[in-house]
């Protein structure tokens, strides 16, 4: 070990201070990361040899399975840990309880905890959920949260990526990158060829020391993995047979299942353990380092391979408590079709339970891939939850076909059948089919009308007043929901009660009824009372959308807050992305484009209905900003709205072509778009969506109806453009603010409305202006942002320039999240947005083409 911590003295330091802190009362979270063989296992050890007296160190492991263990690095932990904690963990009780005793466990002052979750890139998304809530809470804890990770195997859509953000936002956080050793270290541990050894590994420590372990550092072999072959055949054969059986778990094998497999149980690992092999604790046995045990793995014959794992899988199953992930992963591993079909389906109902989704989704997912092994009926119940998952985590388009063939199946059993229907309505509806989602949500109606089940036939005739409300039919959404309502309260269905009130309130809303925030609200905290996550996400949903089309901003971020967290916390994928997207319209309206920009990036990729407001905000900062790919942005935001053919969707893409083409013209068709839109939502008296089209109509010289209101793009509409501004600036829109004060005859006006547009980077609009103040007689126009516009070919953001300087200077994302006070997952987006706009593919080549392109440094903000 002291050969493998060669020039690790800082890190060891780093965490030694950390683990002092935590014993006055001060926690924090420590990242340790690098590539396979950097020492991190190492560095963790090595905080056994500077904790306080007083202060213990917890290890729990991630595990490279098929589909991950559900809570694997806490369940590691019993044993270890008080009977509250291990209680909540054996027992698989309700996730509150499980963070309540994980809290109490680490809250005791006189005895200061170093939390280690190694391997967090294999975590699965209820263990990421425990470290999100650990992570908010460590600085006040005597806790140091230490999470060892790969950093080179996180891409942008790792869900490691969104805890790692979270991490970047908090008060006491060290970052441990750990480098390769130098030459020098390398000659500290071999006298002989260290200039060979250090070529071949390239200095990665564990490298090293195989290497040199394999006994010839004059002729050093040429892979590693021959190194660590080599040292295995120099043990006996039966030691040999015992490293073969235990390298095909992943995990680190417990004591009991190690004696069940090997003969001699542990006792027949010592020559492999003297040789430097495996690590043997009391509890469990470990291979040094995972890289051994999958050289070990590798090389095994592949009907060697299924042998050994069906043993795993024997030995599982005859044990009292089993691990239903391990014995999937392993019965997949030895093809063992029977036990996959067995105990997926739990095993996926495990991680439901436990709110890993994904993981859930990978075994239904197992399960169907041998759906022969199941009944028809069984097959159908398998489809609905397979889709149901597949939904929650955002694949829609799986998720429709797999709730088709759910249909399809439940021709026998009307209850089944009808709710299969409506779910297969709801994911229709996402997947922007409408007609498709109409036709199942009636036959829903028509079927469980039948059936003789009020629970199930209220949430149907709820589906009705949501898709009636989605498309502005408000008095039939209003007639369907309390249809719903009256069912929903005889039977106790909370869940059905806070959908249905959810569509009432926005139908209300949408007319303009004071009452609708009231049911939007009750909405809210029916669901939440009951536990009832999805339907709380979408409650959070249509108020958030509510206050921003009332520009309530303020009551809107504050909403959004509690929403993210939320959904992050029940692990709803789909609806986490439609409220960010939502924070992308916050953004927007606030003037904080590149995190909008951000925002809706995640968005555009995903289903229809979080697409098209995805792609407004994205095309709506390019026509501000003048960008190049605008007007592509512009048709692709208008054909998902039209698709869609819902005025809350092709309402603000109407709005949006209209003021591309009175920015840029070049649409001819943009004004007819308006005029079908504006006269929709007329017809309809959608309050929102009337003020905003009616102020473009008057900007393309179009008549509008008279409209009775304060709304600021009434105000403007009226000539009241001194009223509209400070309207726009009181409710926080600095661009609307803008705008209104250019429409302003009074030069003090237009150059306040300048400086605002060259601070937003607006020069569309900015180059309007300056045209006015000249055409008034203004003899000095400030200039503005010329030369950055100049020398910005590319038309990348201030932001991005500042990104584009720092990266060609060599700096990572981490550290460029760092020196810009920014989340690593926002500087992600900006270097993927910089590298599309630069037509790259390797941050590598920034440099070179922000200097072929001569791009200016970034100013001061």
């Avoid at 892979?223 to 039966?238: F, P, Q």
């Avoid at 029916?526 to 009832?532: H, K, Q």
């Avoid at 992308?584 to 309206?589: F, Q, S, V």
């Amino acid at each position: 070990m002291g050969r493998a911590l060669l020039e690790r003295e800082r890190e060891i330091a780093e965490l030694a201070a950390a683990a002092g802190e935590a014993a006055g009362g001060s926690g924090s979270v420590v990242l340790v990361c690098g590539e396979a063989g950097i020492g991190k296992s190492a560095l963790v050890e090595a905080v056994r040899g500077v904790l306080p007296a007083e202060g213990r160190l917890l290890i729990g492991y991630c595990d490279d399975l098929a589909t991950r263990r559900t809570l694997g690095p806490f369940r590691d932990l019993v044993g270890s840990v008080g009977p509250r904690l291990t209680a909540a963990l054996a027992e698989g009780r309700d996730r509150n309880e499980l963070l309540e005793a994980l809290r109490g466990e680490v809250s005791w002052v006189q005895q200061p905890t170093v939390l280690v979750v190694e391997d967090v890139h294999w975590a699965d998304e209820a263990t990421l959920d425990v470290l999100r809530y650990l992570v908010r809470r460590a600085a006040g804890l005597p806790l140091v949260l230490v999470l060892t990770y790969r950093d080179d195997e996180i891409g942008r859509e790792h869900p490691l990526r969104d805890l790692l953000g979270l991490v970047s936002r908090t008060e006491r956080v060290r970052r441990l990158p750990l480098e390769r050793l130098t030459k020098a270290a390398v000659a500290r541990m071999s006298a002989y060829n260290a200039q060979r050894i250090h070529e071949l590994t390239d200095g990665n420590p564990f490298f090293v020391v195989e290497i040199i372990a394999a006994g010839d550092t004059v002729r050093p072999p040429p892979t590693v993995v021959d190194a660590v072959l080599a040292r295995i055949r120099t043990v006996d054969e039966k030691t040999q047979e015992a490293l073969e059986q235990i390298a095909v778990v992943p995990s680190a094998p417990a004591r009991w299942l190690v004696d069940r497999l090997v003969p001699g149980g542990v006792a027949a690992l010592a020559p492999a353990e003297r040789n430097g092999l495996v690590t043997v604790a009391p509890g469990r046995v470990t291979f040094r380092h995972e890289l051994i045990r999958r050289a070990v793995a590798d090389s095994l014959p592949a009907a060697q391979r299924i042998a050994l794992n069906q043993r795993v899988v024997t030995a599982l199953l005859e044990h009292g408590d089993v691990d239903l992930s391990a014995v999937v992963h392993h019965a997949v591993e030895a093809g063992d079709t029977g036990t996959i079909a067995a105990y997926a389906p739990r095993a996926a109902a495990e991680a439901v339970a436990a709110g890993s989704h994904r993981e859930a989704m990978g075994h239904l997912r197992l399960a169907l891939e041998h759906r022969d092994a199941y009944p028809l009926a069984e097959q159908a119940e398998l489809l609905d939850r397979y889709a149901i998952e597949c939904y929650t985590n955002g694949d829609n388009e799986t998720a429709r076909i797999s709730q088709r063939e759910a249909v399809a199946l439940h021709a026998d059993d009307p209850r089944k059948r009808g709710a299969s229907f409506r779910w297969l309505s709801r994911i229709e509806w996402m997947n922007g089919r409408r007609d498709a989602a109409e036709r199942a949500g009636a036959a829903a109606v028509a079927v469980l009308e039948e059936a003789g089940d009020d629970r199930l036939l209220a949430m149907a005739y709820s589906n009705q007043a949501q898709l009636h409300c989605l498309a502005a039919r408000g008095a039939e959404a209003i007639a369907w929901g309390e249809r719903a309502v009256r069912l929903a309260r005889q039977a106790g269905d909370q869940a059905t009660i806070s959908h249905a009130l959810n569509n009432i309130g926005l139908a209300r809303v949408q007319a303009g009824d004071g009452r609708g925030r009231a049911d939007l609200e009750e909405s809210l905290r029916v669901a939440l009372a009951a536990g009832e996550s999805e339907h709380a996400c979408r409650a959070y949903v249509n108020l958030i959308w509510q206050f921003l089309d009332e520009l309530k901003l303020a009551e809107a971020e504050k909403y959004l807050t509690e929403a993210l967290e939320h959904a992050v916390y029940a692990e709803h994928r789909m609806f986490h992305t439609y409220l960010t997207v939502e924070l992308g319209l916050l953004r927007l309206a606030t003037g904080r484009w590149d995190e909008a920009v951000q925002c809706g990036e995640i968005g555009a990729g995903s289903a229809m209905a979080a697409r098209s407001p995805a792609l407004v905000i994205l095309a709506r900062v390019r026509v501000r900003r003048g960008e190049p790919g605008a007007a592509d942005l512009v048709a692709r935001a208008w054909a998902v709205a039209e698709d869609l053919r819902e005025l809350q969707r092709t309402g603000p893409a109407a709005a949006m072509r209209a003021e591309a083409h009175w920015l840029h013209g070049g649409d001819p068709g943009a004004v007819a778009a308006l005029e079908r839109t504006y006269a929709e939502a007329c017809e309809l008296g959608v309050v929102a969506q009337e003020a905003e089209l009616a102020y473009w109509m008057t900007l393309v010289n179009r008549p509008i109806r008279p409209l009775a209101s304060d709304h600021p793009h009434a105000l403007q509409m009226q000539g009241r453009v001194a009223e509209a501004a400070a309207a726009w600036r009181a409710i926080g829109c600095p661009y609307e603010y803008a705008a209104a004060l250019a429409e302003s005859d009074d030069p003090e006006d237009l150059l306040v409305a300048l400086a605002e547009l060259d601070r937003l980077e607006a020069a569309p609009l900015a180059r309007r202006v300056r045209a006015r103040l000249r055409e008034l007689g203004t003899v000095r126009v400030p200039r503005g942002p010329t030369d950055g516009t100049r020398h910005n070919p590319a038309g990348l953001t201030g932001r991005q320039l500042e990104v584009v300087h720092l990266v060609g200077a060599g700096l990572t994302n981490a550290e460029i999240a760092e020196r810009l006070t920014l989340s690593v997952r926002t500087v992600d987006a900006h270097v993927a947005a910089v590298l599309t706009k630069l037509g790259l593919h390797s941050r590598r080549e920034v440099g070179t083409r922000a200097a072929e392109l001569g791009m200016p440094p970034p100013r001061d903000r």
